[in-house]
């Protein structure tokens, strides 16, 4: 369904063309989690859902994928700028019903 918003975060995401914000960088120290298992979640993963931000109005993408050791599964939850930029909103360890384990 989201196969061509995909698409682009990926081929951003490749290309280098990502901001990670300062409080995705908050949660993956929280859950000892990389830029590389951020990139490998979104490389591997899928989109979950589409939601649209309640403020900017802009739509942003959940997205599961595996850790880039593979040994767990990585949220992120990302948009596409105005620019082409990723914008990685925030990044947790997925809880075994699906749901964020902050919560």
Not at 48 to 69: M, P, S
């Amino acid at each position: 369904m989201f196969g061509a918003v995909l698409r682009r975060i990926r081929d951003a995401v490749r290309e280098n063309r990502f901001v990670v914000t300062a409080h995705a960088r908050k949660e993956m120290n929280e859950d000892a989690l990389s830029v590389f298992d951020v990139e490998s979640g979104i490389l591997s993963g899928e989109v979950l859902e589409r939601q649209k931000d309640r403020v900017t109005a802009e739509w942003k993408y959940r997205i599961r994928g595996e850790t880039v050791d593979s040994t767990g599964q990585i949220e992120v939850v990302a948009k596409i700028s105005p620019t082409g930029k990723v914008v990685i909103i925030t990044v947790y360890v997925p809880d075994n019903e699906g749901n964020e384990n902050e919560m």
